[in-house]
């Protein structure tokens, strides 16, 4: 069982989603952890700039903790992609310690469309 449903459920057709299953509640795979931040980073930054939308992508490479790309896409077509990568630690470790991943109930994270409500 792969997680796509899910995605479509949160995301409909609007976001690109890699090759990852989003399957599981294993936070050290980052598919899962970095599609968490993604999203968090997303909302985070709507806010911040007010934005109608925008979409983070992050690309990561087997062995190797830091992102190896780092994609911010918005409407007011702003670079955001050095003001992300010097305020957040995206290493899974900092995803998982800066989301508290290993003490979540991921039904409940779900309902609130993946940390659009629990962490704003």
Known sequence: MTGRKIVCDQ?????????GAFSGKDPTKVDRSATYMARHLACKLLDIYELKW????LGYAIGI????S????NDKNIPLED??????DLTPLGIIEKLNLLDRDYEVL???????????
């Open 11 to 19: 995301y409909g057709g609007y976001c690109a989603v890699g090759g």
């Open 54 to 57: 925008c979409e983070v992508q």
């Open 65 to 68: 903790a830091e992102p190896v």
């Open 70 to 73: 780092v994609v911010v896409k």
């Open 83 to 88: 003001y992300v990568r010097e305020n957040y």
């Open 110 to 120: 779900a309902e609130g469309c993946h940390f659009r409500e629990a962490l704003i």
